[in-house]
């Protein structure tokens, strides 16, 4: 070996040696100024965020109003110089648990306050009454006087639901827009039936049957008068004029429970 062969290989070990001994800094500092893994974010709607918020408050009974006809309040208002520009909020999440504590078979609607006050021009035309406490707001919402239905202290008050529906139909009735029906405002709700049924484990195809007959008995009753369920096999009249019956749901069907 030469003198230049020991010289080269020494270099390599100490070059090595270097590199071994600078690998955990090295790491240290990659690991350091590597950023933070990002959080994830959800986005959501802040109107609809603030909507439900406001959906789920059960605001004190108005007890007393102020007695006015229609047409003196709605120059009253006038006079005021209440408009569309004082509306505090454009957006509202009709779902109160006034109406949910006795039925839960639609989804919330979603009302356009703004877009409604903006073609109607008339806020009497909804806030059609007032507290007499004068403090409170001019427009105060429908939850305050319509609450539960049938009040025996108030009988003249219609409850929450019928108030909605009788207001908004009524409306969209006379002025030919917007919709009428269930559809057109709701989104229908279908319950979780995992929270709802009440069965063991790996239960018996009759014992699932039973079960869902439990709330729906009138759905099954119309399907023992269905044709799918008195279907009787072949049609004696399109298989060689034959009137046998050899299989179907109301003879020997294996699912005939």
Same mark, same amino acid.
């Given at each position: 070996m030469t003198r230049t062969g020991p010289v080269i290989f020494s270099f390599i070990i100490v070059a090595l040696a270097g590199l071994c001994w600078c690998g955990p800094a090295l790491a240290a500092a990659d690991t350091a100024a590597a950023p @933070? @893994?990002?959080? /994830? #974010? #959800?986005? /959501? =709607? @802040?109107?609809?965020? =603030? =909507? %439900? %918020?406001? =959906?789920?408050e059960v605001v004190p009974f108005v007890e007393a109003v102020m007695d006015e006809c229609r047409l003196c309040r709605q120059q009253r208002l006038r006079d005021m110089g209440l408009s569309v520009k004082d509306q505090t909020e454009s957006y509202y999440l009709l779902d109160s648990p006034i109406i949910r504590r006795t039925e839960d078979h639609y989804g919330p609607v979603r009302f356009m306050h703004a877009k409604h006050a903006t073609v109607t021009k008339d806020c009497a035309l909804c806030h059609h009454y007032r507290p007499v406490d004068e403090?409170?707001?001019? /427009? /105060?919402r429908c939850s305050a006087c319509h609450q539960e239905p049938f009040q025996k202290d108030h009988p003249e008050r219609l409850g929450l639901k019928a108030a909605y529906h009788q207001q908004c139909m009524g409306c969209h009735r006379e002025m030919d827009k917007g919709p009428i029906d269930c559809a057109g405002c709701h989104r229908k709700n279908i319950p979780d039936h995992k929270d709802k049924i009440q069965l063991a484990a790996n239960p018996e195809p009759s014992q699932v049957t039973s079960e869902c007959l439990r709330c729906h008995q009138q759905a099954g009753e119309d399907m023992l008068k269905s044709a799918h369920w008195l279907w009787k096999g072949p049609s004696p009249y399109t298989l060689n004029h034959r009137k046998s019956v050899e299989l179907g749901k109301a003879t020997v069907a294996t699912n005939n429970f």
């Open positions: @933070p @893994p990002a959080e /994830t #974010v #959800v986005w /959501t =709607a @802040p109107d609809q965020e =603030a =909507a %439900k %918020k406001r =959906a789920a403090s409170a707001s001019e /427009t /105060t």
